[in-house]
């Protein structure tokens, strides 16, 4: 199975900063990870597919790069609404794996 | 407006089973890819299950596969998830979701999840 590790586990930041979430697979996955942010409560709501698209309704602050083995989900200015938990997922080949996820917290 | 509906979880005692559906508008069924994702409390999220348009494809994770079957009714709108044996690792939300049009595997559409308790 493909481990996907996402680091860091926990961000602390605040409104207007600009924060990079990074996801790491272990072995190639060429462009097939998707970026999920995940309100409390609520379901996972999908941000980026094929590492770099952005999701139609996704704010241009989100923005998704890499290939291979090594993804960035960056934010490039913080909003109020954007505290939540970000989680990695790659589809190159089953069984599909997520990662750990990321725990965007208020500093 | 695509909608996913989730329903048929509720507590069940470990070895029983449960049937889940999920119910979908808005959109030609037919002509998707769709899946389970669950999420233990407090914890991650883990793919389940996919099916391809027809049902002739089906692809489990290994810690449900002989106990769990995906399947699903265009005709009806219906995606399902037939669970038997249940474990108490099992405990979860279930949620049901439509992959993207490109048929990658990113899924685009979720339901608001139904809760799985497994426990004596």
């Known amino acids: 199975d493909i481990q996907m590790t996402q680091s860091p586990s926990t961000l602390s930041a605040s409104v207007g900063d600009r924060v990079t979430i990074t996801c790491r697979a272990s072995?190639?996955?060429?462009?097939?990870l998707a970026w999920y942010q995940q309100i409390p409560g609520k379901a996972p709501n999908l941000l980026i597919y094929?590492?770099?698209s952005l999701e139609g309704g996704v704010p241009s602050r989100f923005s998704g790069s890499g290939s291979g083995t090594e993804f960035a989900l960056t934010i490039s200015s913080l909003q109020p609404d954007d505290f939540a938990t970000y989680y990695c997922?790659?589809?190159?080949?089953?069984?599909?794996?997520f990662g750990q996820g990321t725990r965007l917290e208020i500093k | 407006e695509v909608q996913l509906v989730e329903s048929g979880g509720g507590l069940v005692q470990p070895g029983g089973s449960l049937r889940l559906s999920c119910a979908a508008s808005g959109f030609n069924l037919g002509s998707y890819w769709m899946g389970w994702v669950r999420q233990a409390p407090g914890e991650g999220l883990q793919w389940v299950a996919n099916i391809n348009p027809d049902g002739s494809e089906r692809y489990y994770v290994d810690s449900v596969r002989g106990r769990f079957t995906i399947s699903r009714d265009n005709a009806e709108n219906s995606l399902y998830l037939q669970m038997n044996s249940l474990r108490a690792e099992d405990t979860a939300v279930y949620y049901c979701?439509?992959?993207?049009?490109?048929?990658?595997?990113?899924?685009?559409?979720w339901g608001q999840g139904t809760l799985v308790p497994v426990s004596s």
């Open positions: 997922q790659q589809y190159s080949i089953y069984p599909i794996t």
């Open positions: 094929k590492a770099s």
């Open positions: 072995q190639s996955i060429s462009s097939w």
């Open positions: 979701a439509r992959i993207g049009i490109a048929a990658a595997g990113d899924y685009d559409y």
